[in-house]
T-cell receptor
Framework: EAGVVQSPRYKIIEKKQPVAFWCNPI?????LYWYRQNLGQGPELLIR????????DSQLPKDRFSAERLKGVDSTLKIQPAELGDSAVYLC??????????????FGPGTRLTVL | AQSVTQPDIHITVSEGASLELRCNYS??????LFWYVQSPGQGLQLLLK??????LVQGIKGFEAEFKRSQSSFNLRKPSVHWSDAAEYFC???????????FGTGTRLQVFP
């Protein structure tokens, strides 16, 4: 079974530039998460999707961050414009939504963003 | 507010020694509890989880964890550490009936030969 796929793995941009991250979850997983992991910290949830619906985006900085999951499978997270403080690892995870909370979240390898 | 505390930022042990990583949580009821491991350049991998029942849970790679309600703790243990266990370890809580995970700040494990 293929795991969660993320691309790119690394991205270096200058501040004020836009950037986008892509995630392909495990087949059949209808719940998808985007997390941000700052250096020396644990992951923090940015947004959670159930199918194509964003059911929890309370932690997403909506002035510059946006996300979409148009067909309920792949997802894209965008930052425009990027700021220095956005440097972090962006993790995507997926799981089943049935039996709520009891299923393991499967994580991708992440995209390491460096903003110069 | 729900929170997870991992008081040890960095732990160093010799290969073959025993290991205990501490985790304390703050939540109104017993949440779902998880330990994840993150190797350099890798995503997080689930080691074990606790939902209910037996308070000592076994996981992969020889790890176990014990839930202690009175101490709001869920400490991770391994009787004999291998060099390949060097990684970052995250404790997480999942509030009941949600799909959320709240992570601690992690403990970096270094293993000396």
């Amino acid at each position: 079974e293929a795991g969660v796929v993320q691309s790119p793995r690394y991205k270096i941009i200058e501040k004020k530039q836009p950037v986008a991250f892509w995630c392909n979850p495990i087949s059949g997983h209808n719940t998808l998460y985007w997390y941000r992991q700052n250096l020396g910290q644990g992951p923090e949830l940015l947004i959670r999707y159930e199918n194509e619906e964003a059911v929890d985006d309370s932690q997403l900085p909506k002035d510059r961050f946006s996300a979409e999951r148009l067909k309920g499978v792949d997802s894209t997270l965008k930052i425009q414009p990027a700021e220095l403080g956005d440097s972090a690892v962006y993790l995507c995870a997926s799981t089943h939504s049935r039996d709520r909370g009891r299923h393991e979240q499967f994580f991708g390898p992440g995209t390491r963003l460096t903003v110069l | 507010a729900q929170s997870v505390t991992q008081p040890d930022i960095h732990i160093t042990v010799s290969e073959g020694a025993s290991l205990e990583l501490r985790c304390n949580y703050s939540y109104g009821a017993t949440p779902y509890l998880f330990w994840y491991v993150q190797s350099p350049g890798q995503g997080l991998q689930l080691l074990l989880k606790y939902f209910s029942g037996d308070t000592l849970v076994q996981g992969i790679k020889g790890f176990e964890a014990e839930f202690k309600r009175s101490q709001s703790s869920f400490n991770l243990r391994k009787p004999s550490v291998h060099w390949s266990d060097a990684a970052e370890y995250f404790c997480a809580v999942g509030p009941l009936n949600t799909d959320k995970l709240i992570f601690g700040t992690g403990t970096r494990l270094q293993v000396f030969p």
